[in-house]
């Protein structure tokens, strides 16, 4: 049975493998797709994985692409939504439906500014604490 994600995610440019096991994790629990946008920080070669210990690995939809455009191509229904902790939009105040896709960024960096701000009624943070 073939069936749609109920969501898709973005990694842009990924930079710690343990991360995106976790996140990769999250997906197969949802019935998400993962998307890898590079460079990557990591190799996501089958000695890698097994190395990280990712042994659901085989029952993640995942691809690994160039760059944010390949995705936007490849991906039916385009509804994103851009994390980052600039954004002034709290992820709970949005509505998500079925097939939308969540953007996040590098860990140190984030996503490219120019994203945010060509994106920015579409921007949504995660609050943090201060500390």
């Known amino acids: 049975?073939?069936?749609?994600?109920?969501?898709?995610?973005?990694?842009?440019?990924?930079?710690?493998?343990?991360?995106?096991?976790?996140?990769?994790?999250t997906c197969v629990a949802l019935g998400a797709k993962l998307w890898l946008v590079r460079p990557l920080g990591f190799a996501v070669d089958e000695k890698h994985l097994r190395?990280?210990?990712?042994?659901?690995?085989?029952?993640l939809n995942w691809s690994v692409v160039d760059d944010l455009q390949d995705a936007i191509r490849q991906i039916p229904i385009w509804?994103?939504?851009?994390?980052?902790?600039?954004?002034?939009q709290l992820?709970?105040?949005?509505?998500y439906r079925p097939g939308d896709t969540l953007i996040f960024g590098r860990e140190t960096?984030?996503?490219?500014?120019?994203?945010?701000?060509?994106?920015t009624e579409r921007s949504?943070?995660?609050?943090i604490r201060p500390q």
């Not at 960096?109 to 994106?119: A, I, Q, V």
């Open 1 to 25: 049975m073939n069936m749609s994600p109920t969501l898709h995610i973005i990694l842009h440019q990924p930079e710690i493998p343990q991360n995106t096991g976790n996140i990769g994790r």
């Open 51 to 59: 190395r990280a210990g990712l042994d659901y690995w085989q029952h």
């Open 79 to 88: 509804n994103p939504w851009f994390f980052s902790k600039t954004a002034t």
């Open 91 to 95: 992820y709970t105040d949005v509505v």
């Open 109 to 119: 960096t984030g996503l490219p500014r120019r994203m945010l701000r060509d994106n």
């Open 124 to 127: 949504v943070r995660i609050p």
